[in-house]
């Protein structure tokens, strides 16, 4: 079991990470301005497990839905 701090760090990483995804995701809806947000989070969640960073399946599905939340609030 990990320890608050460990958590607390991961969690850092995460959000650090969901920056860089959000960004990421920006630029390519504004080269692809016919992608839906939905199809570009089912892209990502793929190729976020392709990537072998060392995340469980419960930070993947929170690091897409997050961007997808953040990108429907910006549009």
Not at 17 to 34: D, F, I, R, T, W
Not at 64 to 73: A, F, H, N, P, Y
């Amino acid at each position: 079991m990990k320890t608050e701090a460990e958590l607390f760090v991961r969690y850092e990483e995460n959000v650090q990470l969901l920056e860089h995804l959000v960004a990421y995701s920006q630029c390519k809806l504004m080269e692809n301005p016919s992608w839906k947000i939905d199809w570009l989070g089912r892209t990502l969640l793929g190729r976020v497990r392709r990537k072998g960073w060392d995340l469980d399946r419960q930070e993947i599905r929170w690091l897409v839905t997050k961007v997808k939340q953040r990108l429907q609030s910006s549009s």
